[in-house]
Structures are given as C-alpha cells and as structure tokens.
C-alpha cells in the first residue's frame, strides 16, 4: 500500500469516526444526558488527554503560543468563539432533529466560507462555485421543508441551530488558521479545546447536572470522546499530513454520510427519498469546492515544476 492510499484510508476512517460522534451523542441526550453536561465532559476531557499529548510530544511549540500574548488570545478566542460555539450549537441541532440532518445542514460550512472569501476578495464567484452554492441552498432548501413550498419538515428551531453549527463551524476553520500554519495542529486545538470546556463549564455549572452511567452510557461517551473526538482529530491530522489538507476535506465530505448511516442503524431514524436528494445536493457543492481547490493546487504545482 503506497502512502497516499494508506493517507486516503486514515482519512476516510476519521470522517466515520465522526459519524458515530454525532449518533453517540443523539443517543446521550435521548437517554436523560443534558446537552450542558455532555459539551462540558466532552471538551474538558478530549481537551485534558490532547494537551497531556502535545506536552509529553511537543512541549516547546505549546511554550511558545503561551509565551506570546497575541497567539495565546487568538487560542482562546477561538476556543470560546469556534469550539465551544460549535460544539453547543451542534449538539443542540441533533437534539432538535437527528444526527444525520444536523451533520449534513452544518457541511453547508464549505459554501459559507466561499462567501466570505468572495465579500473579502471583492469578486464574483466563478461558474463552479456558483453552482456549488446553488446547490446548497437548493439541498438545504429540500431538507427544511421535503420539497414542500411553505412547510418545514423540521423545526425551525432545529433548522436554527443546524444552520448556527455550520456558522460556527466556519468560525472553527478560520479562526485558527494562522495558528495552525505557525505552530501545528495539536499545539492549537488541544489546549483551544480544553480552554473551551473549562468556560463552557464555568458558565454553565455543569457539574450540578446528575452524571447519568451505565454500560450503553458510557459506551456513547467513549464513541463522541474517544471515537468522535480523540481518534477522529488524530486520525484526520496523520491522513492530511500525508495526502494534503485540500484532499483531505473532500475524503471528510464522507461524514454525513456516516452520520445518516449510523443515525438509521442506531437510532432507527426515518429518512424520505426526497431528503436524500436534498443531501446529495449538499455534498455535491463540498465536493465541487473541494475539486476546484484540488485542481488549483496541482495547477499551481505544475507551475512551480515547469519553472
């Protein structure tokens, strides 16, 4: 096996790990688990055993974004603003609707930030990116209302919050990236990730909330933490390493997939025909961006070789 089929591989098992990260927590929050407590445990935890990870490997990159004022509050902006934010509005999206519904509404992500880049950069979006965008709104369109002119299939407070996730989520991208590029993935968002549940937790009170356990329980907790969180981040960061970050993001367009996948198996959620064409259309405008991406950076790539 060559290292960009093992990468593709490592990648596309991140992207179902965070399938079942969505389905474990619809199932927490259907078995008496509060959305305040599961956030609080999920980042405080993941966040505990990522930054005990980035100390014992890499403690001097972690040093030096502690050691700069400007890096630390950029960390824990986007703590607060794109994990803690997306975290809670993702999880109450789920919560009003189902896990698969949720993670496809948040993957309108990609499309958002086509948007900004354009209002930033002051053009036009392309052909591509105009269909792509279409196609979105045409996807979310058909999952809000199943093709029926004036009626939400779901409710508008879940369309509310699965419309939020993909806000936030697009905060989560693009908050840190500068970060990122400086001093790696796991120096970031382990300790981002921590920051985010130590103040989720804080305002909230999390611990006045019973801790619900039993052996489904805490089988659900291993899949959003363990499984969606620890293995996911971990598995994603190794595969992109290998086969590119661009590459990588349209491999991730898998995960709801997955989430639908897993939400019908799990927790026996009906979805109509009609919502998967709405779906379709969703994914098909992340896999146009994330081709038209991909197709630029070998562009560029062949450019630099000819040079």
């Not at 490592?10 to 008496?32: D, E, F, K, R």
């Not at 970060?179 to 790696?184: C, E, T, Y």
């Not at 006045?208 to 598995?235: C, K």
């Amino acid at each position: 096996m060559n290292a960009q089929v093992k990468g593709s591989l490592i990648t596309l098992i991140a992207a179902i790990c965070w399938g079942i990260s969505g389905v474990s927590g619809q199932y927490l929050m259907a078995n008496g688990v509060p959305i305040n407590l599961l956030s609080s445990l999920r980042l405080l935890i993941a966040g505990t055993i990522l930054t005990v990870c980035v100390v014992l490997t890499d403690k001097t990159k972690l040093a030096r974004i502690l050691h700069q004022k400007k890096d630390l509050w950029l960390l824990v902006a986007f703590g607060i603003f794109g994990l803690m934010l997306n975290q809670y509005a993702y999880l109450q999206a789920i919560h009003y609707t189902n896990a698969g519904t949720a993670t496809v509404l948040q993957y309108v992500t990609p499309v958002l930030i086509l948007l900004f880049t354009c209002l930033v950069s002051r053009r036009l979006p392309s052909l591509i990116e105009l269909v792509a965008i279409l196609l979105a709104i045409s996807g979310t369109y058909i999952m809000a209302t199943h093709g029926q002119i004036g009626e939400l299939a779901v409710t508008p407070i879940g369309l509310f919050w699965g419309l939020l996730s993909a806000v936030t989520y697009s905060l989560y991208i693009l908050m840190p990236a500068g970060l990122i590029r400086k001093h790696g993935s796991f120096p970031v968002i382990g300790p981002a990730m921590l920051v985010a549940g130590l103040v989720f937790s804080l305002s909230t009170q999390s611990w006045r909330y019973p801790l619900v356990v039993n052996g489904p329980i805490l089988l659900a907790y291993f899949g959003i933490i363990g499984i969606g969180t620890i293995i996911a981040y971990t598995l994603f960061l190794k595969g992109t390493a290998v086969i590119g970050a661009v590459k990588g993001s349209l491999i991730a367009s898998v995960e709801p997939i997955s989430a639908v996948f897993f939400s019908v198996l799990i927790m026996h959620d009906i979805f109509y025909p009609v919502d998967f064409i709405g779906m379709t259309a969703i994914l098909l405008a992340v896999i146009l961006i994330s081709l038209k991406d991909l197709l630029a950076l070998r562009r560029v790539k062949m450019a630099k070789r000819e040079s």
